[in-house]
C-alpha cells in the first residue's frame, strides 16, 4: 500500500486553466504539506496543515487554495495557471508538528502549463 | 532571512567515502534534516539531528556544529545506487516550516 499518493503523476494544461491535485496518505498522520519543485530542484514548502487546519501558508499567490476534507486529504486547487507554475508539486505528511517528526512524501505531479 | 547552502554537484567512486557539507544561516534552529532524492522520485527521510554531534546510522552519518550552523552527511561504502540528490533541510521555527538547501547531486562512478 502507498503511505502518501497523489493523483494525476502527470499534468498538462493551457495557460489560464484551472486544476486540481489530489493528495491522501494512510499513515495516519495529523499534518501534511505541498511542495513545488522547480526546475532547479529547488523545494519549497506552499502549505502545511495540521488536523485539518492551515498551519503554514508561504508567501503563495491566492491562485492556489489548498483543502483538507479531513486528516488524511489535502487537495490543492490551482485556478488561472500561468507559464510559472510548471513544477513538481509534492506533497508529504509528517506525525505531528513535533520537529523531529520525519515527513513522508508523496510520488509528485509534474505540472506543464503550455 | 533563510539561506542554505550546498555544493551543487559532486563525484566520488564506488567503494569510497564521501562527505557532503551544508551550512546554513537561519533566523532560529530547531532540528537538521537531510532527504535523499533520485531522479524523478520523492525525497526519502535518511537523518535527523538537533543535538551537536555525529549521528550514524548504517552507512550514513550525519554530522550537527549549532555553533557553526554546519552540518555534514558522510556516505561510506559507496555504491551506484547511492547516485542521488541530497538534500539539507533546517527548522528555524517550531512547526515543521521546513527551509530546504538547494540540494547536491552524487554522481558515483564504478
Known amino acids: 500500500d502507498t503511505a502518501v499518493s497523489q493523483t494525476p503523476k502527470y499534468l498538462v494544461t493551457q495557460m489560464g486553466n484551472d486544476k486540481s491535485i489530489k493528495c491522501e496518505q494512510n499513515l495516519g498522520h495529523d499534518t501534511m504539506y505541498w511542495y513545488k519543485q522547480d526546475s532547479k530542484k529547488f523545494l519549497k514548502i506552499m502549505f502545511s496543515y495540521n488536523n485539518k487546519e492551515l498551519i503554514i501558508n508561504e508567501t503563495v499567490p491566492n491562485r492556489f487554495s489548498p483543502k483538507s476534507p479531513d486528516k488524511a486529504h489535502l487537495n490543492l486547487h490551482i485556478n488561472s495557471l500561468e507559464l510559472g507554475d510548471s513544477a513538481v508539486y509534492f506533497c508529504?505528511?509528517?506525525?505531528?508538528?513535533?520537529?523531529?517528526?520525519?515527513?513522508?512524501f508523496g510520488p509528485g505531479t509534474r505540472l506543464t502549463v503550455l | 532571512g533563510q539561506n542554505i547552502d550546498q555544493p551543487t554537484e559532486m563525484t566520488a567512486t564506488e567503494g569510497a567515502i564521501v562527505q557532503i557539507n551544508c551550512t546554513y544561516q537561519t533566523s532560529g534552529f530547531n532540528g537538521l534534516f537531510w532527504y535523499q532524492q533520485h531522479a524523478g522520485e520523492a525525497p526519502t527521510f535518511l537523518s535527523y539531528?538537533?543535538?551537536?554531534g555525529l549521528e550514524e546510522k548504517g552507512r550514513f552519518s550525519s554530522f550537527l556544529s549549532r555553533s557553526k550552523g554546519y552540518s555534514y552527511l558522510l556516505l561510506k561504502e559507496l555504491q551506484m545506487k547511492d547516485s542521488a540528490s541530497y538534500l539539507c533541510a533546517v527548522s528555524p521555527s517550531y512547526g515543521q516550516n521546513f527551509v530546504f538547501g538547494p540540494g547536491t547531486r552524487l554522481s558515483v562512478l564504478p
Open positions: 539531528n538537533v543535538l551537536d
Open positions: 508529504a505528511s509528517s506525525q505531528g508538528l513535533a520537529e523531529s517528526n520525519e515527513q513522508f
